[in-house]
């Protein structure tokens, strides 16, 4: 099982009092403050899971990794303040993590099996590319997989300032496609984040959910923001979330109120 969590918001939120609004999506133990743990307190006995999570702290994007309990990962999620999240809590035999290319955040879950090809583009990676692997991982080889479709497309990809949605689909779907052969296979989900723009798009059994809210005294001075869910290896999360359609990528920006889907064909 493995379950993506991404927030887009106008502002720096809390992100524990945004998950409190929207249940199911994480423990609810998960969103109450509890007091440190004495030396003497019994260890935890809940299962241990993978957290990936990159954030933006003052236009900064950081990544956070480490194996954790389950409930002690919601919590570390739960207690930052951002205005962008992309954080994959999961476990074996998923493959998932979060990555970084200078101001670009990629999170990726799913069944990623050893791909020749993409090993071979990823040797045929430029060199900045290369020099920014710091593993072997199939996640991490995806996310460098994506970045060669940027630079194929245009090199000034990699380093402009600003990335369409419709040309973060693009790349996107052909990752995907080239991942996840046949639709009803092995679910994968990705999301990619460059600036203010987030795009997160998924291919195979799996799921993909969003729900957006508003915060202040009125429709002028309201904060939006937009959390979306995916699920890999269980089933989709139930409530008031809106399913994203297969063949589309759900597309969110701070600076819009609404979320958009763009065809991934």
Do not use: W
């Not at 030396?39 to 702290?57: H, R, W, Y």
């Not at 035999?93 to 993409?118: E, K, M, W």
């Not at 429709?219 to 869910?229: E, F, G, K, N």
């Amino acid at each position: 099982m493995s379950r993506l969590i991404l927030l887009v918001s106008s502002e720096p939120v809390r992100v524990r009092g945004v998950l409190s609004r929207i249940p199911g999506v994480v423990p609810a133990a998960a969103l109450v403050d509890v007091p440190a743990a004495s030396e003497d307190a019994p260890p935890s006995v809940g299962k241990t899971v993978q957290l990936d999570q990159g954030f933006f702290i003052g236009g900064e994007p950081l990544l956070q990794r480490g194996s954790h309990d389950e409930l002690a990962s919601y919590r570390t999620l739960a207690g930052l303040r951002t205005d962008q999240l992309l954080a994959v809590v999961g476990e074996p035999p998923l493959s998932q993590g979060v990555f970084r290319y200078r101001q670009f955040l990629c999170a990726v879950t799913g069944q990623l099996g050893p791909n020749p090809s993409r090993a071979q583009h990823t040797a045929e990676l430029p060199v900045p590319l290369r020099e920014n692997l710091r593993g072997r991982s199939e996640a991490e080889l995806f996310f460098h997989q994506l970045l060669g479709h940027l630079h194929d497309a245009d090199p000034a990809y990699l380093t402009a300032a600003e990335l369409t949605a419709e040309t973060a689909a693009a790349v996107l779907a052909k990752a995907l496609r080239q991942a996840v052969p046949d639709e009803q296979g092995p679910g994968v989900v990705v999301a990619l984040s460059h600036g203010e723009l987030l795009v997160i798009a998924r291919r195979g059994v799996c799921s993909l959910r969003h729900h957006s809210l508003s915060e202040g005294p009125g429709p002028a001075a309201s904060q939006q923001l937009t959390v979306a869910v995916a699920e890999v290896g269980s089933p989709p999360l139930a409530g008031d979330l809106l399913a994203v359609p297969p063949g589309k990528a759900l597309c969110l920006t701070s600076r819009s109120s609404r979320p958009t889907l763009i065809s991934l064909s």
